[in-house]
């Protein structure tokens, strides 16, 4: 069990359980959800003592105390989990993950994982920089997103190739399908803070990302607090009569949590079938005939990690590996290829 005190900032909401999940700090991952559970167990102190309403009212300067109890242990163990090897050589292996798998542990998810599976593959060689957890793993993507990632197996290896992402020299391409066009004429799209454009009709979004204020699982745009993150987005098709959906690929020059999938909602091009961040958005029928439905009960958020380069850590060989579109995807560009076109 640790403490942490929290003092409620300036113009605080009303309800104690907003004002603490906006000022509760990042790094505690502390949900709105699981912030109401702790005041409802009794585990938050404010001025009068103990607080078990969460709608109780709260002023700027106040001071509230949250024991919040210690995570339980997540025991990873080995499972013969089948995996797709792009490359692997003493130092790395580099793995085309499946969309629905986890990449490391968690409470939600214990078993299952990447790590499970590169566990019973590489015995006791993974990095162990990762922490018990998620050995070996230097970045990650989303469980729905598929495609490729490189994992560390000497902790000579982990550090090499963690340098290369902080200094953003590993090269990320995705592709995606989403709603929307990207149009340099488009003056709606202009005028979205945080948009540019580059030669070549590349979209350009530069934010801060940080904590949803009030729901503490996902991202959002911020511009005066967060981490610095850029995405640019380069449009390959376009779908339907009038153009409503497109294929576009995706380079990231920092890489933040959900960082593809909270830009283009920002953009307003939010990812088909993206159930956090694509909004409630419907592909039009009149315009892209049977995809629609397709792309309306698209399960997953039409996200594959198509490419990734960099530079062998201990050889210094650079290194560049492509991941052709799964099934599901494909399925779907093949239908929206076969909507009415302008």
């Known amino acids: ?57 709260v002023s700027e300067g106040q001071e509230y105390r949250i024991a919040v109890p210690q995570p339980e242990p997540v025991e990873t163990r ?11 050589d003493a130092d790395l292996i580099v793995v085309d993950k499946p969309a629905g798998m986890v990449v490391h542990p968690a409470p939600g998810s214990p078993n299952g994982t ?4 590169l566990l019973a593959h590489c015995g006791d060689t993974l990095s162990g920089i990762g922490g018990e957890k998620r050995p070996g793993i230097v970045h990650r993507i989303d469980k729905d997103t598929s495609g490729l990632l490189v994992v560390a197996k000497s902790d000579r290896a982990h550090h090499g190739l963690a340098a290369q992402f902080e200094a953003h020299s590993a090269t990320r391409r995705y592709l995606a399908l989403a709603h929307g066009v990207i149009d340099l004429a488009d003056p709606r799209l202009r005028g979205v803070p945080g948009t540019s454009f580059e030669d070549g009709n590349v979209l350009k979004i530069t934010t801060r990302l940080a904590r949803h204020a009030s729901d503490r699982q996902k991202q959002a745009v911020y511009f005066d607090r967060g981490r610095h ?26 890489g933040r949590t959900h960082q593809i999938r909270v830009h283009l909602a920002h953009a307003g091009l939010g990812l088909i079938g993206d159930p956090v961040y694509g909004g409630a958005r419907r592909a039009s029928a009149r315009a892209l005939g049977e995809a629609a439905q397709m792309a309306a009960d698209f399960s997953r958020q039409a996200l594959h990690a198509a490419h990734l380069g960099f530079d062998h850590p201990v050889s210094g060989e650079p290194l560049a590996f492509d991941s052709p579109m799964p099934q599901d995807m494909a399925a779907l560009l093949d239908l929206l290829r076969k909507a009415p076109q302008t």
């Open 229 to 254: 993150a850029v995405t640019r987005a380069r449009m390959l098709e376009r779908f339907g009569k009038p153009p409503s959906a497109m294929l576009v690929e995706c380079r990231l020059e920092t």
């Open 114 to 117: 990447l790590v499970n599976a």
């Open 1 to 57: 069990m640790s403490d942490l005190v929290i003092i409620i900032p300036g113009s605080p909401p009303a309800r104690l359980d907003k004002a603490l999940a906006l000022a509760v700090p990042e790094a505690a991952a502390l949900s709105r959800s699981r912030l109401a559970r702790l005041i409802a167990d009794g585990a938050v102190t404010g001025p009068e003592g103990v607080i078990r309403d969460g709608k109780a009212r």
């Open 78 to 88: 080995p499972e013969a989990i089948p995996l797709s090897i792009a490359y692997e």
